[in-house]
């Protein structure tokens, strides 16, 4: 079992900027991933970004690509998302997950999801 907590989410404007944390705990040994996702109102779940928990290969949707990076505190054991140039659109609940054992960090069939933090952002 994985235990995944989220923080850093809020309220800001356009063009600010918001750090996301993921916390995991339990038997982070197995983790071979861990991505963000986000879901606005209305609208389905989507891939926001990902790495390998080794910390290659970090991915990004094309919606955020050159605004957001993901990273990996390894002295925290933590995982990241730094949020720049923050839209409207970019509004909704953002969850951690993990992926163990292997497959695609792009896709959606992740093993282990955290509750979710609001991020809003307001025009």
């Known amino acids: 079992q994985v235990q995944l907590v989220e923080s850093g989410g809020g309220l800001v404007q356009t063009g600010d900027s918001l750090r996301l944390s993921c916390a995991p705990s339990g038997r982070t040994s197995t983790i071979y991933a861990m991505g963000w996702f986000r879901q606005a109102p209305g609208k389905e779940r989507e891939f926001v970004s990902a790495?390998?928990?080794?910390?290659?290969?970090?991915y990004y949707a094309d919606s955020v690509k050159g605004r957001f990076t993901i990273s990996r505190d390894t002295a925290k054991n933590t995982l990241n998302l730094q949020m720049n140039s923050l839209k409207p659109d970019d509004t909704g609940v953002y969850y951690c997950?993990?992926?163990?054992?292997?497959?695609?960090?792009?896709?959606?069939?992740?093993?282990?999801w955290g509750q979710g933090t609001q991020v809003t952002v307001s025009s």
């Open positions: 790495m390998t928990w080794s910390g290659l290969s970090p």
């Open positions: 997950a993990a992926l163990i054992g292997g497959g695609n960090p792009r896709g959606d069939k992740y093993d282990y």
